[in-house]
């Protein structure tokens, strides 16, 4: 057995020792916490899960969790929050983050290397800022949503609760629970063979509740609009509910997911554009589902205990474990020559392997004072992932840029490789929150974070040469909410939080002497409720800056220090119930972005100045459902993008676009027929580029259409 074999399975042993060690203590405190209310005779209040069927959430939900990780009404919190709820994602037929994620405002899509679900915050990089039911999940690849209740965007830094990173914002998804008496059953067809069936079934294994069962899971399968393209994608995911007592539940949880596609990172672009070729030609090799495949495999465990100690006090213990493993092969263009019309092609292969574990206890306290409730949260997080990267990278020829004639590649690539290391992140923090209220029309969120995060790096190429750094970082946060009538909420705040070398980089001999960025935003805003909370408008205003920022060129790995970033902008939302007949969801978001000061050159220009990428100035989106008679619905959406930009010396525009989607569906009690239309107009557009090169953009999909059948027992 090899050393790294060894050494993931020790890993995988702490890992389970570490939440046997979390699960044993808790249980001590809670059956000591029982017999002492007990013997005092004090009432507990009881913990219930009030679910027997499959429960589809309105467009807008007044209380969430991730910004507080309480639970707190939205008017509440002094930031700004977004939903994307269950209902939106089965009425837009979305099945990947990216579908989730282009509805919000103040998103840029990113093609994340034709491997990864990656996007743009208010201008900035999303990359590491993946979490799922609060923990960190930031492994490099594409989500499925067959688990999942809810996608949360929290906007601007929110380290304070999370920890590093988190510029514009993260992406938090809730997964489904057990606890509800009905299972589901889908079946999905669509333009070019697209297949996907789905399954949620769930049970309560007995009359009071003490035992509960969930597995969901997806098969998908079906070529692509590009050419070459396919997608051949698993997932499971088992769960499990246990209730000890009316105030203990413990929640078991288990995931699996195999995603096999080819890695395309789109196409060249020509005199400041994107080439004008039909979106569905494909730049790599000709053999590329063959040898320009990404293989991803991704397991995970985790377990929640809850107790409640009594009306005041209540803890949480949080844990999960993942084993994360890539196998990527790709061809794409790193370079054109414009006086000879022709693509130069680069072929590269990565390999990664991450194992990580994360747990998290948390301490809150409901306080009664001067007959109003405060809330506190006390927390503490550990965790440590080991992440191991292999590249390689060698030029193998040109084409001609607008008739490219795609050569016939062999899988193994005969190259050196340029990276191969293992670095290793661990993180020990210490946080507190407090949600205040002083009188019934003034309130206040105040926290602030301490992390310990050590990054170390070992050069597997030549010889010993290890890396190693250790950072101190505090992260505030601090609000204060005004409510002069019920349903009327108007804020003002402030947070940072700060960005490691290593959070997007293995840890090197360019970064390992750079101290962490730091990102600060001020925001003040308005949120209203009307019609008993069915319908939500909120306004914000903004001011994000993030200093010595860093990125990455795609066809060097050469370090670009980009310099000082900051976004001015205007978001505001509208979503809901207009009446009990018509649904909208709806947002906007003007974006004044710019590198305040740089010392980098992109193609041959000088980023200060200039725009950060995929960041369109102007952006909506618009999605109106109509409640028909005796079962029928049908909904209409639009989607409007301005201009982006490539590539951080904006030499490459990315035009602006406008979509239109359709729905019409039929609901009865046991079964759904629903039909989408995508892209009604057929528009040809780009949806998506690298971000910092201005080649690798990727076309939208043209017009197309995906049927859907559930089925309820």
């Known amino acids: 057995m090899s050393i790294f074999s060894i050494t993931t399975i020790n890993l995988y042993k702490r890992a389970l020792k570490r939440m046997r060690i979390s699960f044993l203590a808790l249980a001590l405190i809670s059956s000591q916490s029982i017999l002492a209310h007990d013997l005092s005779d004090t009432t507990l209040d009881e913990v219930k899960v009030n679910a027997s069927s499959i429960f589809i959430a309105p467009y807008h939900l007044p209380t969430v969790r991730s910004a507080t990780k309480i639970d707190a009404p939205l008017r509440d919190i002094p930031q700004t929050v977004n939903v994307v709820p269950q209902s939106l994602l089965r009425d837009q037929a979305m099945h990947s983050l990216q579908d989730a994620l282009k509805v919000v405002p103040g998103i840029g899509l990113s093609t994340g290397d034709g491997q990864r679900d990656q996007v743009t915050i208010r201008g900035f990089s999303a990359l590491a800022d993946q979490f799922i039911d609060g923990l960190r999940d930031d492994a490099m690849y594409f989500r499925d949503l067959a688990n999942i209740e809810q996608v949360e965007i929290l906007k601007g830094p929110a380290a304070v609760l999370y920890g590093r990173g988190s510029s514009g914002g993260l992406i938090n998804r809730i997964t489904k629970k057990p606890g509800i008496d009905q299972s589901e059953v889908s079946a999905q067809l669509g333009s070019w063979m697209q297949r996907r069936g789905e399954f949620d079934l769930a049970r309560k294994a007995d009359k009071e509740g003490h035992l509960a069962w969930r597995i969901t899971g997806a098969v998908e399968g079906g070529n692509h609009y590009r050419d070459q393209q396919f997608l051949n994608r698993h997932a499971l995911s088992p769960s499990v509910l246990l209730t000890f007592s009316p105030a203990t539940q413990l929640l078991l949880q288990a995931e699996h997911l195999s995603d096999r596609r080819v890695t395309d990172l789109g196409i060249p672009s020509f005199q400041g554009r994107p080439v004008n070729i039909p979106p569905h030609v494909y730049y790599g090799a000709a053999n590329a589902r063959d040898v320009d495949y990404t293989h991803t495999r991704v397991g995970a465990i985790a377990f929640t205990l809850d107790h409640q100690f009594d009306s005041i006090w209540s803890l949480r213990n949080t844990g999960r474990y993942y084993d994360y493993r890539l196998d990527r092969h790709n061809t794409f263009v790193s370079?054109?020559?414009?006086?000879?019309?022709?693509?130069?092609?680069?072929?590269?292969?990565?390999?990664?392997?991450?194992?990580?574990?994360?747990?998290?206890?948390?301490?809150?306290?409901?306080?009664?004072?001067?007959?109003?409730?405060?809330?506190?949260?006390?927390?503490?997080?550990?965790?440590?992932?080991?992440?191991?990267?292999?590249?390689?990278?060698?030029?193998?020829?040109?084409?001609?840029?607008?008739?490219?004639?795609?050569?016939?590649?062999?899988?193994?690539?005969?190259?050196?490789?340029?990276?191969?290391?293992?670095?290793?992140?661990?993180?020990?923090?210490?946080?507190?929150?407090?949600?205040?209220?002083?009188?019934?029309?003034?309130?206040?969120?105040?926290?602030?974070?301490?992390?310990?995060?050590?990054?170390?790096?070992?050069?597997?190429?030549?010889?010993?040469?290890?890396?190693?750094?250790?950072?101190?970082?505090?992260?505030?946060?601090?609000?204060?909410?005004?409510?002069?009538?019920?349903?009327?909420?108007?804020?003002?705040?402030?947070?940072?939080?700060?960005?490691?070398?290593?959070?997007?980089?293995?840890?090197?001999?360019?970064?390992?002497?750079?101290?962490?960025?730091?990102?600060?935003?001020?925001?003040?805003?308005?949120?209203?409720?009307?019609?008993?909370?069915?319908?939500?408008?909120?306004?914000?205003?903004?001011?994000?800056?993030?200093?010595?920022?860093?990125?990455?060129?795609?066809?060097?790995?050469?370090?670009?220090?980009?310099?000082?970033?900051?976004?001015?902008?205007?978001?505001?939302?509208?979503?809901?119930?207009?009446?009990?007949?018509?649904?909208?969801?709806?947002?906007?978001?003007?974006?004044?972005?710019?590198?305040?000061?740089?010392?980098?050159?992109?193609?041959?220009?000088?980023?200060?100045?200039?725009?950060?990428?995929?960041?369109?100035?102007?952006?909506?989106?618009?999605?109106?459902?109509?409640?028909?008679?005796?079962?029928?619905?049908?909904?209409?959406?639009?989607?409007?993008?301005?201009?982006?930009?490539?590539?951080?010396?904006?030499?490459?525009?990315?035009?602006?676009?406008?979509?239109?989607?359709?729905?019409?569906?039929?609901?009865?009690?046991?079964?759904?027929?629903?039909?989408?239309?995508?892209?009604?107009?057929?528009?040809?557009?780009?949806?998506?580029?690298?971000?910092?090169?201005?080649?690798?953009?990727?076309?939208?999909?043209?017009?197309?259409?995906?049927?859907?059948?559930?089925?309820?027992?």
């Open 335 to 713: 370079s054109v020559n414009e006086n000879t019309r022709m693509a130069t092609f680069m072929r590269g292969d990565v390999q990664r392997h991450e194992t990580g574990f994360f747990n998290q206890t948390e301490l809150m306290q409901k306080h009664f004072w001067g007959g109003m409730m405060q809330q506190f949260l006390y927390g503490i997080e550990f965790g440590q992932q080991n992440k191991d990267l292999w590249t390689a990278r060698k030029t193998i020829g040109s084409v001609n840029l607008f008739n490219p004639i795609l050569p016939t590649l062999p899988l193994a690539l005969a190259a050196k490789p340029i990276i191969n290391n293992t670095s290793i992140l661990t993180v020990a923090s210490a946080y507190t929150q407090a949600l205040l209220t002083f009188t019934p029309h003034w309130k206040a969120l105040a926290g602030i974070r301490y992390d310990r995060f050590q990054q170390s790096m070992t050069e597997k190429m030549f010889g010993k040469n290890n890396l190693d750094r250790i950072d101190h970082a505090w992260s505030p946060r601090a609000g204060l909410v005004y409510q002069p009538l019920a349903g009327q909420s108007y804020y003002l705040s402030y947070s940072q939080s700060f960005q490691p070398s290593a959070e997007f980089f293995p840890l090197a001999q360019n970064n390992a002497h750079i101290a962490p960025e730091k990102t600060s935003n001020h925001e003040i805003g308005a949120k209203f409720d009307f019609f008993q909370d069915q319908l939500a408008l909120a306004i914000a205003i903004f001011r994000l800056e993030r200093t010595h920022m860093k990125t990455a060129d795609p066809a060097t790995h050469r370090l670009i220090p980009l310099g000082a970033q900051r976004s001015d902008g205007v978001e505001l939302t509208l979503s809901g119930q207009l009446s009990p007949d018509w649904e909208i969801w709806s947002g906007y978001a003007y974006l004044n972005a710019h590198m305040v000061s740089s010392l980098a050159i992109d193609a041959r220009e000088p980023v200060q100045g200039k725009r950060p990428t995929l960041t369109p100035m102007h952006s909506a989106n618009l999605w109106l459902k109509k409640i028909l008679s005796q079962g029928w619905s049908a909904a209409l959406g639009i989607n409007h993008v301005g201009n982006r930009f490539a590539n951080p010396g904006n030499t490459v525009t990315l035009p602006h676009y406008t979509t239109v989607d359709t729905m019409l569906s039929y609901q009865s009690k046991r079964y759904d027929v629903q039909l989408n239309f995508f892209n009604l107009f057929n528009r040809q557009y780009i949806i998506a580029g690298h971000g910092s090169s201005p080649h690798l953009s990727l076309p939208g999909a043209p017009r197309s259409f995906q049927l859907t059948t559930r089925y309820r027992f």
